[in-house]
């Protein structure tokens, strides 16, 4: 597994306006969206790209286009559709495809209760969205629905992961690709990244 930790300036600025104890509901929206988008820059580096031959101004000109079919976005709900603007402002045609869990308060283990997938799976490279990898449970039973429904080419896009959720992620699933704008020090008792964000999905949504 390759984490990537992008620390170009403005992914480490946008981060750290997010982190105050007070910012707006519309910062932390805009800012996430903005760091996502950043993300998303880096985690495409590699995609692979053809030749194509167009008509140009003046006359024919060799361009390259992105290969093959389209990427799939899997924003996990609901947090992780707080990046889906920021990555669907470079990738305008992916593809969503959207996953939902929710934790069983006796086992606390992830229960999917949605799942809906773009077409052609297979042929995808899918970019999972999330704001925060804390345990990694939710990631590793999203990778596993992933697969299960074909895909072969998956990587996870966090505005902040945890080492702990790092460690148990790459263990099961080696051939993940983790890109993020920090990886902060460790998780909290009820399994908050610290000195991480709080709970993204409350400051994205404005709930409490
Ligand atoms: N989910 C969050 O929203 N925040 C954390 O710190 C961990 C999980």
């Not at 981060?15 to 996430?32: E, N, V, W, Y």
Request: aromatic fraction near 6%; charged fraction near 25%; hydrophobic fraction near 40%.
């Amino acid at each position: 597994m390759a984490v990537h930790v992008e620390d170009h300036p403005l992914i480490k600025h946008k981060l750290g306006l997010m982190r105050q104890k007070d910012i707006s509901t519309k910062d932390f929206r805009d800012l996430a969206s903005e760091v996502a988008r950043l993300l998303t820059y880096e985690a495409t580096q590699d995609i692979e790209t053809e030749q194509k031959v167009i008509e140009g101004w003046a006359g024919e000109v060799k361009i390259e286009t992105i290969k093959g079919k389209k990427i799939t976005i899997v924003p996990i709900l609901r947090a992780g559709l707080g990046m889906m603007d920021g990555v669907l402002d470079l990738i305008p045609s992916a593809k969503v495809s959207v996953v939902g869990f929710y934790r069983n308060e006796e086992t606390l283990k992830p229960v999917q209760y949605y799942f809906k997938t773009a077409s052609a799976m297979e042929e995808r490279t899918a970019l999972i969205l999330d704001p925060m990898l804390a345990t990694g449970g939710t990631l590793i039973a999203t990778i596993d629905l992933l697969k299960e429904a074909g895909c072969q080419r998956i990587k996870g896009l966090f505005l902040v992961a945890a080492p702990e959720g790092i460690s148990v992620v790459e263990k099961k699933h080696p051939d993940v690709d983790i890109y993020t704008a920090s990886i902060d020090a460790c998780l909290n008792d009820v399994g908050y990244i610290l000195p991480g964000l709080g709970d993204a999905g409350d400051k994205i949504f404005g709930t409490k």
